[in-house]
Nanobody, 124 residues
Framework: VQLQASGGGSVQAGGSLRLSCAAS????????LGWFRQAPGKEREFVAA???????WYGDPAKGRFTIARSNAKNTMYLQMNRLKPEDTAVYYC???????????????????WGKGTLVTVSS
């Protein structure tokens, strides 16, 4: 499984960005994929995850502001981030567990495949 995240950049507080995660070797429609982020000096934290047709989870940083989605046709997962804050500044990673199954509670140590991160910088 290969994951490639993209879409990061610099934005002012209150702005929006959409991250993409292109997957190969696994169908996003059938397996769990998730977003994590890591700010400088902090532990990697869970942002959101999506599974098939019936599962969406959000971590505290994402609730009410971020939306996770996927395109089966493009085999790509997305993270729409609105009302961004400076504390959202981090490297964002897409990840997946080796068996594609739900791993509650979500934690970076439970994920096996990682894409190269994409940097999001939010200025005040």
């Amino acid at each position: 499984v290969q994951l490639q995240a993209s879409g990061g950049g610099s934005v002012q507080a209150g702005g929006s960005l959409r991250l993409s995660c292109a997957a190969s070797g696994r169908m996003v429609s059938e397996y769990v994929l998730g977003w994590f982020r890591q700010a400088p000096g902090k532990e990697r934290e869970f942002v959101a995850a999506i599974r098939g047709e019936d599962g969406i989870w959000y971590g505290d940083p994402a609730k009410g502001r971020f939306t996770i989605a996927r395109s089966n046709a493009k085999n790509t997962m997305y993270l729409q981030m609105n009302r961004l804050k400076p504390e959202d500044t981090a490297v964002y990673y897409c990840a997946a567990p080796i068996d594609g199954e739900t791993r509650l509670p979500w934690h970076y140590s439970k994920m096996d495949y990682w894409g190269k991160g994409t940097l999001v910088t939010v200025s005040s």
